[in-house]
């Protein structure tokens, strides 16, 4: 068999470079009997279109950048159901008549492929015997979906959400129809017909109808403070209508003293009604798995994560990090060493007995407390609605059309509320504590009063562990494992309790610990790491920033 001739070699002598593309039947605007919509799975989506005419690419080595480029164009004049998602491409796999909520997917090489093949005819230039070429048709190359991954994907649509219900916008426009919204990047996955009630002009006396509706679904929970049940519809607010909110939002803590009191089930009704499925749940894990999961979670395309019967301190620097990501998440996904840049729109749940918040979680939480009134509120019978998730779900649609008139009427109201603003979630703050209030309810922040409260006792207790480090090392440095002894033989235990809860005062336990007080000043003592290390292990100064002498402040 005669060799082809080399691409360059072809150039160089004179050779036109051939077309990229050659154009096949136009794409057409329906086929009868094409399916209207992607399939269950991936590999259903990608197949779905084998009645409909694909663009044809001769495969010739040589301009991988141009073949690139064009196809980048062939799937998006193709109408393929993939979009720029992050730094990552992704496709939006949802089948408007089936029950199972759309989802996204992340492409990877194989995935690449079965979508070029779906949507691409190829062909490959193969020479006869007698010389001549001649076009054979042959798979999508491997080398075009690699760089297809690696390209920066400017041609492509920008996915920044997917949601399951209508659509509302920080301009208070609402996107009713489903489908990709280019406009705002926001890819709706409902059957329009479910949300036929929702109004395009609510009002003031709609928005208070639609707090009445939702307030009912939690007349069987026992709040610890009166704005608690105005907190919970806050959290319905925020996840249905977390396209309107622009920035981050405060995480949903929901906490009690004692098991059984139904912080799992609030938690499920909230997701529920916001998102149109119970979300999914994680285990409390430490900072680098986390980081991992909440990867993971967005890159799915999860609307809520929901971290379930957390134990002792919740907290960690990569839930510290999500809670203030206005952008875009960075992180590593699960079983894999890539690190990706995706869309950080996710709410946070969380729910246990009796926790701590460690760091600067405090101020980044929504808190919800619930009380038992019974000695085994697990046993407790006296329920309005017997089923109530059971409810939630049959009357999904409606609740979640009441959580969207909320919030809709009062962007359109010209009478505003204006609270005052919570740290980093000025926005939030904004559009869903002030629909709240200015349709009736309470404040659903008034619930940090005691959170507020309760924290106080942690810095009481890292001040007097600041005073008493300084009193035995003065300005020497030492490392956490000395602490940790130190704290062991000291008779009383209030600190340890306090700071560290049931985890063990040892060295890992009091560095983390060390790294979340890292420079704050607390009175008018400071904790500094040195430029010192032995073994790896980080050196530690407490710092007097009120000392005269300059020397003595210094670590």
Request: glycine letters at 8%.
């Amino acid at each position: 068999m005669k060799k082809l001739p080399d691409f360059n070699d072809h150039i160089k002598a004179g050779g036109e470079i051939p077309d990229v593309v050659e154009a096949s039947d136009p794409w057409p605007e329906a086929v009868e009997g094409a399916p209207a919509d992607a399939g269950d799975d991936f590999l259903d989506f990608v197949a779905s279109d084998k009645s409909r005419h694909k663009t044809k690419i001769v495969w010739r080595p040589g301009d991988l950048t141009g073949y690139v480029d064009e196809v980048e164009r062939v799937l998006v004049r193709c109408g393929a159901r993939c979009y720029a998602y992050g730094d990552t491409i992704a496709a939006v796999v949802w089948n408007a008549s089936a029950v199972r909520p759309a989802r996204t997917v992340m492409l990877d090489q194989d995935r690449v492929v079965a979508l070029l093949a779906a949507n691409i005819r190829w062909f490959k230039v193969i020479c006869t015997r007698n010389g001549d070429e001649q076009e054979v048709p042959t798979d999508p190359p491997p080398i075009v979906a690699r760089q297809l991954l690696a390209n920066d994907h400017r041609r492509l649509p920008v996915l920044k959400a997917l949601v399951h219900v209508p659509v509302l916008l920080p301009t208070g426009r609402l996107v009713s129809k489903p489908g990709f919204d280019e406009d705002s990047g926001v890819f709706a996955a409902f059957q329009p017909e479910r949300f036929a009630q929702l109004k395009a002009n609510p009002t003031q006396a709609d928005a208070a109808e639609s707090m009445r509706q939702l307030l009912a679904l939690f007349d069987d929970f026992y709040f610890d403070h009166p704005a608690g049940r105005f907190a919970a519809i806050a959290a319905v607010i925020t996840l249905a209508c977390r396209s309107a909110i622009e920035g981050a939002v405060p995480m949903v803590l929901v906490t009690a003293s004692t098991p059984g009191t139904g912080k799992s089930l609030l938690v499920s009704v909230i997701t529920a009604i916001g998102s149109g499925k119970e979300a999914a749940r994680m285990a409390q894990t430490d900072d680098t798995e986390m980081e991992k999961r909440i990867t993971s979670a967005l890159a799915a395309g999860a609307d809520a994560i929901v971290i379930d019967n957390a134990k002792d301190a919740i907290g960690c620097p990569a839930l510290d990090a999500l809670l203030t990501t206005s952008g875009d998440w960075q992180g590593r996904i699960l079983g894999e060493s890539r690190t990706v840049n995706l869309p950080a729109r996710a709410v946070v749940f969380a729910t246990g007995n009796n926790l701590k918040l460690a760091g600067d979680l405090q101020r980044r939480v929504l808190p919800i407390s619930l009380l038992a009134k019974q000695e085994r509120p697990e046993e407790r019978q006296d329920f309005k609605l017997k089923d109530l998730l059971g409810h939630v779900v049959e009357h999904r649609d409606r609740l979640a059309t009441a959580a969207i008139t909320i919030l809709h009427a009062y962007m359109l109201s010209p009478e505003k509320v204006e609270p005052a603003l919570l740290g980093s979630y000025g926005n939030w703050s904004r559009l869903v504590r002030g629909a709240v209030m200015w349709a009736g309810g309470l404040d659903p922040v008034a619930t940090r009063e005691q959170l507020v409260a309760e924290s106080d006792d942690v810095k009481l207790a890292w001040a007097e562990l600041l005073v008493m480090l300084r009193a035995e090392y003065g300005t020497e440095e030492f490392v956490a494992a000395n602490v940790a002894q130190f704290l062991g033989e000291q008779e009383s235990v209030n600190i340890r309790d306090v700071l560290f809860g049931e985890r063990a005062a040892d060295g890992k336990s009091v560095g983390q610990l060390f790294k979340r007080w890292k420079g704050r000043i607390v009175g008018t003592l400071s904790l500094d790491v040195t430029p010192l290390k032995t073994g790896g292990l980080k050196h530690w100064v407490v710092v007097d920033c009120g000392a005269t002498d300059q020397e003595d402040r210094q670590p």
